[in-house]
C-alpha cells in the first residue's frame, strides 16, 4: 500500500469522525471561508460559474429548493446589483437575450403578453369615454370632485385588467387619479349599485 492508498483508507475508516470535525470547523470559521469562497468565485468567474452549473444539474432538487427557500433574498440581490451596476446589468441582458436561453424566456414573455392581449375586449372609442364623463358629469365616479386643469379624469375599470376586465364602455368609470390608485371594494360596491341605475335609467329615456 503506498502513501496515497494509505490516506484514503484512513479517509474511509474515519468517514464519520471527518464529517464531524469538517462540520465544526465549517460553523466555527463560518465567514472566513464564504469570504473565502466569495474571493475565489470572483478571481475564477468561468470556473465558478462551470462548477455552479454542474452542481445544479447533479441536484437539481436541491437548487429548486434552495432557490425557493431563499427567493427573496435572491430577487433582493438582484434588484440591488441592478441598481447598483446599470451599465454591467445592460450589458449583461444584452448578451442574455442572444443565448438560446434568452432567447427562450423572450419568446415565453411575448406570448404570454400577447394571451393577455387577445383575452381582452377593446372597444372602447373616444367617443365613449366623453359619454361616461358627460354621464358622470364630469366629476369623478369615487370621491364626486369636478375634474378640471389639476385633476385629471382617468380611466378606471371597475373590474381590473388583471382580473379578467374588459375595456368595454360598461367597464369603465371615469376617476380622479388619486381614487383610480386606492380603489376598494367596499367602493366598488356602491359604484356597482350606482352603475346598475344608471343602466335602468338610460333604458327609460331610450323608450
Ligand atoms: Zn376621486
Keep these: 500500500m503506498n502513501k496515497k492508498q494509505n490516506k484514503k483508507q484512513w479517509q474511509e475508516n474515519n468517514i464519520e469522525h471527518i464529517k464531524e470535525y469538517s462540520k465544526k470547523y465549517y460553523s466555527k470559521n463560518k465567514i472566513k471561508i464564504l469570504k473565502y469562497g466569495k474571493q475565489w468565485r470572483e478571481s475564477n468567474p468561468k470556473y465558478a460559474k462551470e462548477y455552479m452549473e454542474q452542481w445544479r444539474l447533479k441536484y437539481p432538487e436541491d437548487s429548486k429548493e434552495y432557490y425557493q ?11 440591488e446589483w441592478r441598481k447598483n451596476n446599470p451599465e454591467k446589468f445592460l450589458v449583461y441582458s444584452m448578451k442574455f437575450r442572444k443565448t438560446e436561453k434568452g432567447k427562450v ?35 369623478c365616479a369615487y370621491c364626486n370632485k369636478e375634474f378640471d386643469l389639476f385633476i385629471k379624469p382617468t380611466i378606471d375599470h371597475i373590474i381590473p385588467i388583471s382580473k379578467g376586465g ?42
Excluded: M
Design 69 to 79: 427557500n431563499h427567493k427573496n433574498i435572491i430577487l433582493e440581490y438582484g434588484k
Design 105 to 139: 424566456s423572450r419568446q415565453r414573455s411575448d406570448s404570454k403578453r400577447r394571451a393577455r392581449e387577445k383575452e381582452i375586449i377593446n372597444t372602447l372609442t373616444f367617443n365613449e369615454w366623453i359619454e361616461i364623463l358627460k354621464r358622470y358629469h364630469f366629476k
Design 166 to 207: 374588459n375595456n368595454i364602455k360598461e367597464n369603465i368609470v371615469p376617476a380622479c387619479q388619486s381614487c383610480n390608485s386606492k380603489k376598494n371594494n367596499k367602493i366598488l360596491k356602491k359604484i356597482e349599485k350606482l352603475g346598475k341605475a344608471e343602466v335602468d335609467l338610460s333604458e327609460k329615456t331610450e323608450r
